[in-house]
Nanobody, 127 residues
């Protein structure tokens, strides 16, 4: 079975950095992308960044996080990272990783384009 497991969340001060990890397993195909999303209380799930797992190079970012967040992949460990810097209290949310076919519009970072989801990890940014 496909599994995505997030880790690395926690409490961080404003201005600080956090690196989230998404461990992938169970995929029987390689042509998929991994995206990072977040959801704050009372808000819609927001797409942040994604990477094409096949080439490990093609990435897309939401305008709201460009320049602060970086997505990358460690192919040897089947792990996708989200490096987050200059964190703000409004970045507080549950962060999820998800997988989508690269033959769809995964770069739009729309929730409905992603078929497999992790359980999420909480990131809390204190002011």
């Amino acid at each position: 079975d496909v599994q995505l497991v997030e880790s690395g969340g926690g409490l961080v001060q404003a201005g600080g950095s956090v690196r989230l990890s998404c461990a992938e397993s169970g995929f029987t195909f390689t042509d998929y992308a991994i995206g990072w999303f977040r959801q704050a209380p009372g808000k819609k799930r927001e797409g942040l960044a994604c990477i094409n797992r096949s080439d490990g190079i093609t990435t897309f970012y939401a305008e709201s996080v460009k320049g602060r967040f970086t997505i990358s992949r460690d192919s040897a460990n089947n792990t996708v990272y989200l490096q987050m810097t200059s964190l703000k209290p409004e970045d507080t949310a549950v962060y999820y990783c998800a997988a989508a076919s690269i033959y769809g519009d995964y770069g739009r970072l729309i929730r409905s384009d992603y078929d497999f989801w992790g359980q999420g990890t909480q990131v809390t940014v204190s002011s």
